[in-house]
Every structure is written in C-alpha cells, then in structure tokens.
C-alpha cells in the first residue's frame, strides 16, 4: 500500500488550508483514486533525478531517459523529503510524484 502526503503551502500557489488541505487539484491533496490509477499505469512513469528542491514546493527534475528538465510544485514543503541527486519517477499524465513508496501530488509546469 502506497503511503500519501499533503502539507503546507508557498506563497506562489497557496492553500490555505496548509496540512489539512482536502483539494484534489494538482499540487495538492492526493486522492485515493488518482493513486490507483497512476500506480496502474506502468507506462506512464518517467524516471528522473532531483536536481534542486526549495521550501517552497517547487522541484527542478531531469529524467534519465531523454534528460529532459521539468519543473513540478507541490504545496508540501519535500526540502525533508528530497535532496538533489535523489531518484524518483513521475507519472506527468495523473500528476504523480514517486519517492520510495510515498506519493505525492504535483503541478508540473
């Protein structure tokens, strides 16, 4: 069973609500449903690398694959969770942030 996260918020996109943020929206709560169907979609994930993470959600990603950069925010502040040269995987379809067995919900832009 994958274990869930949702904390507080940047100034950027903010919630309000902070660690008892329910909105499902990219970036925030991660739904149950949303995990099972990301969790099933094995094509749909993309290794990467964590190349910097800030306290304010925002992550800058590489995959291995193509190399390609891309920038992810969550409301959480992962400067606990994540350190750069980490490996992840991404699921970009179903807003899907890997790390170990925990899941986090991402606003990739």
Do not use: K, Y
């Not at 996260?5 to 919630?15: E, I, L, N, Q, R």
């Not at 902070?18 to 749909?44: K, N, Y």
């Not at 990467?48 to 993470?53: L, P």
Request: net charge negative; glycine share 8%; hydrophobic share 45%.
């Amino acid at each position: 069973m994958n274990q869930r996260s949702t904390v507080a918020a940047p100034a950027t996109h903010s919630c309000f609500l902070g660690a008892d943020c329910s909105w499902i929206g990219a970036g925030h709560a991660m739904a149950f449903a949303q995990d099972e169907i990301a969790s099933a979609d094995e094509s749909g994930w993309r290794d990467t690398v964590v190349d910097a993470v800030t306290p304010g959600g925002w992550l800058a990603l590489t995959t291995v694959d193509t190399t390609e950069r891309m920038t992810a925010w969550n409301h959480s502040d992962l400067v606990s969770a994540l350190s750069p040269g980490d490996p992840v995987a991404i699921n970009v379809e179903r807003h899907v942030l890997a790390v170990g067995e925990f899941r986090f919900n991402v606003l990739v832009v």
